[in-house]
């Protein structure tokens, strides 16, 4: 038989990818294609789901013809996906009702607020492991089913069909209509203890049972493809920040990978039970493969960290390309006193405070723009560690190891930064695309492509590693004055209604 491949969709917020992988873990072909971000009003934003579909298409055909490899060598197909962005469509003739609801999109505030006025925002957390948030699916659906004319009525007579992209891409490869439970877990619909939809939750917000699609496993075979790899498996769905921490084989409790690009995700693997955040963290899913039991974890989001560094290059001109901070920041030994606290649009982890702005504290007559790049960096190690001792106190595991990839990784400076403000050990794979490597693990697992996780386990090799060796009086004396200057941002949107 010819070599066999196994092919990783990746469906992200701004492209959508395909990467071929072949059986040590190594990247044998990428295409990838960006989309439209659509910007109706202020704080909306969308995609146009038949435009991803017709990308993915594209970028699935293109990968394999760069590499002259035939549909027949590949093995399984294998999604990851933008997570919590939102669609409904029509069951017969596959149009969506109306864009797809971005997880940026904060359309949905007075529904979030309106839901946490009687028994808070955490109303819900006990069972899905989620504050109430703009950021989750459940309130984007009740928006689509009050808002967009015919809607409720066309859901209540089993019309329409709900899903993220995971299963927008999976019911048009496979015409079945499933998700996995990483995906199902950031709908806020999700019961964790269950792992089924939870009547509660959807009652309160009045969502019909009838639109939501079949929870199963992240590795397993939901259907075979139709269309140019027609009979081929489809058999893994991860949302991209489980895939990354699959991909990274962090698959013992304590393990944790970071994943540095727009934004960072921290997720940590705390094992087969869910474990309550009390510091700001959500609780969700970690992965499930096949009839295994799920592995469950804590993440932080954190909202902005390679964004700042685009705002530095496109609004303050101080460097021409995102890979130039570094010698920047390079120009000067610190900081100068200078702290940049990126809250642009709010506070995610773990402090989930809407109303911050951002700051830059410090400033003195010395600052140049080598310390201000250079606090930029350092904004990214200090958020992070915000995140990590948040995730020390809820999992009472102190992390040792921080596995990181993303485009943001590639700055040998930042990494050090970072290992120095942790305290921790940090190290970068060989292969720096987890996310579709996650995916592609996940898929092969259940075709059989790879026979178990140990073999995953063995393909990670470290490229980089870096040590600590700040002295830990500076790094005290530095995180206290990055919680001054974080306490400057909270509350600075001052509503209407406190004036
Ligand atoms: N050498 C670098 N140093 C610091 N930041 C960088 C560097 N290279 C890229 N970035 C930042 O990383 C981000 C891109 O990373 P990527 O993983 O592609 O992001 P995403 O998947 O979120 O689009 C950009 O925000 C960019 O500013
Ligand atoms: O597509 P990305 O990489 O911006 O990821 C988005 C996250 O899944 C949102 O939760």
């Known amino acids: 038989m010819s070599q066999q491949y ?230 893994a769905s991860l949302g991209d920040q489980h895939a990354a921490l699959f991909g990274q084989t962090c698959f013992d409790p304590g393990d944790v990978k970071g994943t540095y690009g727009t934004g960072t995700f921290l997720v940590m693997n705390t094992g087969t039970e869910p474990v309550t955040s009390n510091n700001g963290l959500l609780t969700t899913l970690g992965y499930k493969i ?16 390679g964004s700042l560094v685009q705002w530095l290059r496109d609004n303050l001109g101080l460097i021409s390309t995102a890979p130039e901070i570094e010698t920047l920041a390079r120009t000067v030994d610190d900081n100068g006193g200078c702290y940049i606290v990126p809250a642009f649009s709010g506070l995610f982890a773990p402090h989930w405070d809407s109303d911050a702005r951002g700051v830059i504290a410090g400033l003195t007559g010395y600052v140049n723009k080598g310390h201000i790049a250079r606090a930029v960096l350092e904004a990214s190690a200090w958020q992070t560690r915000e995140v990590v001792d948040a995730m020390n106190a809820d999992s009472q595991i102190d992390l040792t190891t921080l596995k990181v990839d993303g485009g943001m990784t590639a700055d040998n400076l930042l990494m050090q930064i970072l290992s120095d403000v942790l305290d921790a050990e940090v190290v970068r794979p060989m292969v720096a695309e987890t996310t579709c490597l996650g995916a592609a693990y996940a898929a092969g697992l259940a075709v059989g492509y790879w026979p178990d996780i140990e073999t995953l386990r063995a393909n990670w090799h470290k490229a980089a590693e870096w040590n600590p060796k700040m002295a830990s009086d500076v790094r005290e004396r530095e995180y206290h004055n990055w919680n001054k200057a974080v306490q400057r941002t909270r509350s600075w949107v001052e509503h209407e209604d406190n004036k």
């Not at 009740?142 to 709900?162: H, P, T």
């Not at 592995?295 to 909202?303: C, H, N, Q």
Request: aromatic letters at 8%; proline letters at 4%; hydrophobic letters at 40%.
């Open 290 to 305: 096949g009839d295994a039991p799920a592995v469950y974890a804590l993440e932080g989001s954190i909202a902005v960290t």
């Open 6 to 235: 196994v092919a990783a969709i990746d469906q992200g917020t701004t492209s959508s990818r395909c990467i071929l992988f072949d059986q040590d873990g190594r990247i044998v072909s990428v295409d990838q294609r960006e989309h439209r971000q659509i910007f109706p009003k202020p704080g909306w934003v969308e995609h146009d789901a038949l435009e991803i579909w017709t990308n993915v298409e594209a970028v699935v055909q293109e990968s394999l013809q760069k590499s002259d490899i035939t549909p027949d060598q590949i093995a399984a197909i294998g999604i990851t996906n933008q997570r919590e962005t939102t669609l409904l469509w029509d069951k017969e003739t596959g149009e969506p009702v109306y864009n797809a609801i971005v997880w940026q999109d904060t359309r949905t505030d007075d529904i979030v607020r309106e839901l946490g006025t009687q028994e808070g925002q955490d109303r819900f957390r006990p069972k899905c492991g989620l504050p109430l948030a703009t950021y989750f699916s459940g309130p984007k659906i009740r928006w689509l089913l009050d808002n967009v004319e015919g809607v409720r009525e066309r859901a209540e007579r089993g019309e329409l069909l709900f899903g993220t992209m995971d299963t927008w891409l999976i019911w048009k490869l496979t015409g079945r209509h499933v998700t996995d439970v990483t995906n199902a877990s950031r709908t806020m619909l999700m019961n964790l203890a269950t792992l089924d939809w939870d009547t509660e939750i959807l009652e309160a917000m009045q969502i019909p049972a009838s639109l939501l699609p079949e929870i199963r496993s992240s590795s397993e075979v939901y259907g075979e493809s139709t269309g140019y790899l027609a009979g081929t498996p489809v058999a």
